[in-house]
């Protein structure tokens, strides 16, 4: 009695994964497994990504800062998706190339960040992804006021194939306010 209800339960689950010839399986169980393995297997390079070596030096609060461009860094997309995360945190800011000095900065935002190519879970082609990104606050006479990291993590590639936007949340978050994730 119990398999009939595990195969009816199954069943629609595995025919809506599963290609037309395994609808008909003497082990829908076993199909169902694989299916879930494979999701799953696509799934976690997508993961979540969190902050790591965070320094934080207590400091009064800004609502505006600068941001270094850094042309040796290979990653188009990090200045957006530092904007968009600082304007979570009620931040405007502005970017300017190295060496830029103005009166309207009392505080700076530099970075670093790589890429790395590899080929993405169901796709034949090679695509780049984020591996490391560093994060510097500094205020206009070169003190540090806080600094943190992402690192892709070696556990399954967690976040290895998250947007750049994803991975830097949790670091700017902990960058404005001390406290990893």
């Known amino acids: 009695m119990k398999h009939r209800f595990l195969f009816a339960a199954c069943l629609p ?12 399986t003497p082990l829908p169980l076993w199909e169902l497994t694989k299916t879930t393995g494979m999701v799953a297997a696509a799934a976690i390079p997508y993961g979540g990504s969190e902050a790591s070596n965070t320094v934080y030096h207590l400091h009064a609060p800004f609502r505006n800062l600068c941001i270094e461009f ?21 931040i405007e800011s502005r970017v300017y190339e190295p060496g830029t000095t103005t009166d309207e900065c009392g505080i700076w935002l530099r970075y670093v960040a790589s ?9 034949g082609s090679y695509k780049p992804y984020v591996n490391t990104a560093a994060l510097t606050l500094q205020a206009t006479n070169g003190a540090v006021l806080s600094s943190s990291q992402y690192e892709l993590g070696s556990t399954f590639g967690m976040g290895k194939w998250a947007s750049t936007q994803s991975k ?14």
């Open 13 to 24: 689950v595995s025919c809506m994964l599963q290609a037309g010839c395994s609808i008909v």
């Open 70 to 90: 850094n042309p040796d860094s290979a990653v188009t997309d990090v200045v957006p998706a530092l904007q968009i995360e600082l304007r979570k945190h009620r």
């Open 115 to 123: 890429i790395v190519w590899d080929v993405p879970p169901l796709s």
């Open 168 to 181: 830097l949340a949790p670091v700017v978050t902990a960058l404005l306010t001390g406290f990893q994730n």
